[in-house]
């Protein structure tokens, strides 16, 4: 399945770098032209080479995914770090807490 698009390289069409259409469009439904591959990032109508189907990006596009990735990765991973953090002190004194009532418990059974 190719998830690529396509949009109409024509200058004078309506739909030039205004819409993007899905792969299996060959011609463009406005003026007739012949459609090219552009890049998939909204707002992005870079051409792409057509013998590589499996890009669907575009070199600066793709970089910046790939930088949006990187960094919601590591702020997941600084979250974890800070949540555990404060997560074992806080089950420190659950945990002694807990054995406090359970001390209660026992000497009002006794």
Do not use: W
């Not at 406005?30 to 707002?43: D, N, P, W």
């Amino acid at each position: 399945m190719d998830l690529r698009k396509k949009a109409c390289p024509n200058e004078f069409c309506k739909t030039h770098r205004k819409k993007k259409f899905n792969s299996k469009v060959n011609y463009c439904p406005e003026c007739g032209e012949k459609l090219i591959y552009v890049c998939k990032a909204h707002g992005c109508f870079k051409p792409l080479d057509e013998a590589e189907p499996e890009h669907s990006y575009c070199h600066g596009c793709q970089t910046d995914r790939d930088d949006r990735k990187e960094k919601v990765i590591y702020v997941a991973k600084k979250g974890a770090q800070v949540a555990g953090f404060v997560a074992v002190p806080a089950i420190k004194v659950l945990k002694k807490l807990d054995n406090r009532n359970q001390v209660k418990i026992q000497k009002n059974n006794q």
